[in-house]
């Protein structure tokens, strides 16, 4: 485990812990290691240096790492991974680390013999299974598949917020006749209807085009935020002062009660068949899929080697159906 000490970490080696799985907690301070709960090892080693995580994934099976934004800090932690060949996964939210991780990791993993799984949480778990699902569902290749979020009541962690600046200032990819091309963040507005009714959405650096396409088939993809008009816009100009506003996004994460409250909605539509998934508490949510998907990895391996999509990696019915606890998911209106 990668990151063990920040938020999002730490909520995902209380899931492993109580799973019972045999852990290893890696981060550069021995003080906030040492407070981390549960019988687990604890080792040193800093994320941006190979070669200290090299020497940290000593006799380890499979790694999460939560250390972002994971275009400043991911990719040292791949090479490790490759190098020590460890299976590895992260929760990366971040469009532009994904498509770097697949254009420059695949061939070194296969090579390694191991899986090379990013966005494994809320993002992108349950879109990226959805399109799978709803694919399935349609038959045959389908032309297009739209991934749509609504998120109600949310508050996001200090890493998030960071890592939502630093996306905000990059391009919003599409899949688009067979190719990824850059769109806008907030482009493509319209309406669209959830379970609770219609809402406004627009475009959104999502996973999925980079994702989905592997798996589908599908020549055009693009990933949906439910969005108010002028929100779009905001959001868009947000990038542009990212690197001012970082350092005010604080370090702290919601409480267990604020996590409770916040709920999801993600509708992938493939040629007019949707799947839906919802659920709450997006980071507890993330913790599960992180230690369902470590222990899948480490038990049974991968179907190949690789850098796989989630829905490639696992098997997307049985996965959402070991994560009863924190959403459910249907294939139909």
């Not at 349609?138 to 998030?160: E, F, N, Q």
């Not at 599409?174 to 379970?195: H, M, P, Q, S």
């Not at 959104?204 to 816009?233: D, I």
């Not at 100009?237 to 996004?249: D, E, F, I, V, W």
């Given at each position: ?10 909520l995902?080696?209380q ?8 852990l ?6 021995r003080?906030?290691?040492d ?8 080792r040193v080693?800093?994320a941006g240096?190979e070669a200290?995580?090299?020497r940290?994934?000593?006799g380890?099976?499979?790694l999460v790492t939560?250390?972002?934004?994971f275009?400043d ?7 490790a ?5 460890v299976?590895y996964?992260d ?6 680390f994904?498509r770097t991780?697949?254009e420059?990791?695949d061939?070194?993993?296969?090579s390694a013999g191991?899986?090379?799984v990013?966005a494994?949480?809320?993002?992108y778990?349950?879109g ?9 569902a349609?038959?045959g290749t389908?032309d297009r598949i ?13 890493g ?10 990059l391009?919003?990819?599409?899949w688009?006749?067979?190719r990824l091309v850059?769109?806008?963040i907030g ?8 379970a609770?009714g ?5 475009l ?9 396409p ?12 439910r969005?108010p008009?002028a ?11 990212a690197?001012?506003a ?10 267990p009660e ?9 509708v ?11 659920g709450h ?12 998907a470590l ?8 179907p190949?080697?690789g850098?796989?999509?989630?829905a490639?990696?696992f ?14 998911w249907?294939?139909?209106?």
């Amino acid at each position: 485990m990668v990151g063990a000490t920040g938020y999002t970490g730490a909520l995902v080696v209380q899931e492993l812990v109580s799973r019972g799985v045999d852990l290893v907690a890696i981060g550069r301070s021995r003080e906030k290691l040492d407070a981390l709960p549960g019988d687990l090892e604890r080792r040193v080693a800093d994320a941006g240096d190979e070669a200290s995580l090299v020497r940290a994934l000593a006799g380890c099976d499979a790694l999460v790492t939560t250390v972002g934004p994971f275009v400043d800090h991911g990719e040292p932690v791949v090479r490790a991974a490759v190098e020590a060949g460890v299976h590895y996964i992260d929760t990366t939210g971040e469009q532009a680390f994904m498509r770097t991780v697949f254009e420059r990791y695949d061939r070194a993993a296969s090579s390694a013999g191991i899986a090379v799984v990013p966005a494994i949480g809320f993002d992108y778990v349950p879109g990226d299974m959805a399109a799978a699902l709803a694919a399935q569902a349609a038959g045959g290749t389908p032309d297009r598949i739209d991934v749509h979020y609504l998120i109600r009541k949310a508050k996001a962690s200090g890493g998030t917020k960071r890592t939502g600046m630093r996306v905000a200032a990059l391009p919003c990819l599409v899949w688009k006749e067979g190719r990824l091309v850059e769109d806008r963040i907030g482009g493509d507005g319209r309406r669209f209807l959830f379970a609770e009714g219609e809402a406004n959405v627009a475009l959104w650096p999502g996973g999925e085009p980079v994702t989905v396409p592997r798996h589908t088939g599908a020549r055009n993809v693009s990933t949906y935020m439910r969005l108010p008009k002028a929100a779009s816009a905001l959001i868009r100009g947000a990038g542009k002062a990212a690197s001012l506003a970082q350092p005010l996004a604080g370090t702290d994460g919601p409480s267990p009660e604020e996590r409770g409250r916040g709920r999801y909605e993600v509708v992938a539509v493939a040629d007019g068949v949707r799947c839906t998934v919802e659920g709450h508490d997006m980071y507890g949510m993330t913790a599960a899929a992180c230690a369902e998907a470590l222990q899948r990895l480490a038990d049974g391996g991968p179907p190949r080697a690789g850098v796989l999509a989630p829905a490639e990696a696992f098997d997307p019915a049985a996965f959402l159906d070991a994560m009863r606890g924190h959403l459910t998911w249907r294939v139909g209106s």
